[in-house]
């Protein structure tokens, strides 16, 4: 199959190296001239995905319509700030035919969409999918074992997603439910960074289990209400993107808040660690989605007040704990 990869930081390549070794034509995109003179010259990323060699069979390019042009598949990889502007330069490129493979996370700010609608918004009657879960770059760039899911608007699309890219060490699972995939994946980064900010603090595997399983209880309830099933939030795209976010030296969410928890600031945080933290982006849009749809979100409202409030990081931690008492789950009943 002819793929176009639109991104080529630590993930766009890991995916190029994956889908170049199962036997696809790969042509990468990056709008950075010097990052493209860099992947032709040395056939890996030396900055964010050092050691992960590029078969000389795969294209490095700065322009968008050869990497567009006659491909069945496009795989969009660049920073969630960036999807709108990216879906719609190149719009004028993208036909009915092709397959457009959403594999960023966030959701948009002003808006509230998710990235899958963005593009969908900017680029009119194509097909949008999403691939998703628990896979950190450095470790699919190794070919470590690694699961996700494809969801798509239809079974054949979704298996044709998991015919591309499964080997023997990525299984792809397939899902219809592309909001559920998509919140998974977008919401799990806020959660990663109040994971982080406790790290910081010296607070411990108690704490670490707390935020995780709170956390996913707080994705679960405002992704129903936006659509998305319940189960979908218990598998690949929910708890376990959100354990391996929490708990992983590669996160960089997880690494901002640690830096946070530490009493740096979040612009102090996202200098040191160099790479775009999508939790700091998709905060406030989950608060006004929480807001607007009546969802109670702890966590994600206490994310917020220490990004853009300056609430110090131990005072965010008594203000969770103190919190009114209540049930665990209000649904069960006493006898």
């Not at 069945?72 to 993208?94: C, E, G, H, N, W």
Request: hydrophobic share 40%; glycine share 8%; with cysteine.
């Amino acid at each position: 199959m002819n793929i176009g990869v639109l991104g080529a930081g630590s993930w766009g390549i890991a995916l190029t190296k994956l889908l170049s070794e199962n036997g696809h034509n790969v042509t990468v995109w990056s709008i950075d001239k010097d990052e493209i003179t860099m992947l032709n010259e040395h056939r890996e990323h030396l900055t964010k995905l050092p050691g992960v060699k590029i078969d000389e069979s795969v294209i490095f390019t700065t322009d968008v319509e050869a990497t567009c042009k006659d491909k069945k598949m496009l795989v969009m990889v660049v920073p969630s700030p960036f999807i709108r502007s990216t879906a719609k330069t190149i719009a004028p490129y993208v036909t009915r035919e092709q397959i457009v493979v959403n594999v960023s996370k966030g959701i948009e700010e002003n808006t509230l969409m998710t990235l899958t609608e963005v593009i969908s918004d900017e680029i009119k009657d194509v097909n949008v999918a999403v691939l998703s879960g628990p896979s950190h770059a450095e470790e699919v760039g190794k070919g470590l074992p690694t699961t996700v899911v494809a969801g798509a608007s239809s079974k054949e699309i979704a298996e044709l997603i998991q015919d591309t890219f499964m080997t023997d060490y990525f299984r792809v699972y397939t899902s219809p439910d592309v909001m559920g995939i998509e919140l998974g994946g977008a919401l799990k980064n806020v959660i990663a960074l109040a994971a982080g900010i406790a790290d910081g603090l010296g607070c411990g595997d108690n704490t670490k289990a707390a935020l995780i399983t709170r956390g996913i209880a707080e994705i679960s309830r405002l992704g129903v209400a936006m659509g998305g099933h319940e189960s979908t939030f218990a598998g690949l795209s929910g708890i376990g993107d959100l354990i391996v976010t929490c708990a992983s030296k590669h996160s960089r969410n997880r690494n901002a808040g640690y830096l946070m928890g530490q009493g740096k600031t979040y612009k102090e945080a996202l200098d040191e660690v160099k790479m775009v933290v999508e939790g700091v982006y998709s905060a406030k849009a989950a608060l006004k989605l929480s807001v607007k749809l009546g969802i109670e979100m702890p966590i994600v409202e206490i994310v917020n007040k220490i990004l853009f409030e300056d609430l110090s990081a131990k005072d965010a931690m008594v203000s969770l704990l103190t919190r009114m008492k209540t049930a665990e789950d209000k649904d069960l009943l006493w006898k």
